[in-house]
T-cell receptor, first 114, second 112 residues
Framework: DSGVTQTPKHLITATGQRVTLRCSPR?????VYWYQQSLDQGLQFLIQ???????AKGNILERFSAQQFPDLHSELNLSSLELGDSALYFC?????????????FGEGSRLTVL | SQQGEEDPQALSIQEGENATMNCSYK?????LQWYRQNSGRGLVHLIL?????REKHSGRLRVTLDTSKKSSSLLITASRAADTASYFC????????????FGGGTRLMVKP
């Protein structure tokens, strides 16, 4: 158990809909990262937050947004969903904001868009 | 785009054999990490090697790093069926915090 909690574990929805994925980092970790894993794109970095502020942005679509709240949990919002958004979405956390150490991953949220 | 690329994409061996996976990357790094992922599960950190290290061991794992060739290898000795998983190398990119980029992974199957 990594200590990172993601909900929901599975989600099935229709095209055009909006979903919210939630992540609770390990106790004490200030950084939260979101990754998307699909068969054709592999693991893609989406966005990082550190202590409530956006720290780095990767291949995140404009239809997607995220935030980190004062209690350090984070939410990833996916809107106007398309079939191609079907993927595993992972949250990871780390203590620091710099690239000095390992990331702790949650078990992921599997999104299926029909 | 992916910073690291693993080779081979898939590897099938018998229990007790050694498994070697390679990773190549493109830009200068200060560390390289290896992660393991069981099917459909979250990634688990295995080992981190810093740019000033050439070799590192952890249990049955041995990682090497050659910064001149921009490559790393992960060796799993005396493999077990439970080692069946995908293995990814990851490198931090730029100055943007822990923005790790992952390679495509090596799918390892260890047959009992």
């Amino acid at each position: 158990d990594s200590g990172v909690t993601q909900t929901p574990k599975h989600l099935i929805t229709a095209t055009g809909q909006r979903v919210t994925l939630r992540c609770s980092p390990r106790s004490g970790d200030l950084s939260v990262y979101w990754y998307q894993q699909s068969l054709d794109q592999g693991l893609q970095f989406l966005i990082q937050y550190y202590n409530g502020e956006e720290r780095a942005k990767g291949n995140i679509l404009e239809r997607f947004s995220a935030q980190q709240f004062p209690d350090l949990h984070s939410e990833l919002n996916l809107s106007s969903l398309e079939l191609g958004d079907s993927a595993l979405y992972f949250c990871a956390s780390s203590v620091a904001g710099q690239n000095t150490g390992e990331l702790f991953f949650g078990e992921g949220s599997r999104l299926t868009v029909l | 785009s992916q910073q690291g690329e693993e080779d081979p994409q898939a590897l099938s061996i018998q229990e007790g054999e050694n498994a070697t996976m390679n990773c190549s990357y493109k830009t200068s790094i200060n560390n390289l990490q290896w992660y393991r992922q069981n099917s459909g599960r979250g990634l688990v950190h295995l080992i981190l090697i810093r740019s000033n290290e050439r070799e590192k061991h952890s249990g049955r794992l041995r990682v090497t790093l050659d910064t001149s060739k921009k490559s790393s290898s992960l060796l799993i000795t005396a493999s077990r069926a439970a080692d069946t998983a995908s293995y990814f190398c990851a490198t931090p990119v730029g100055n943007a915090g822990n923005m790790l980029t992952f390679g495509g992974g090596t799918r390892l199957m260890v047959k009992p």
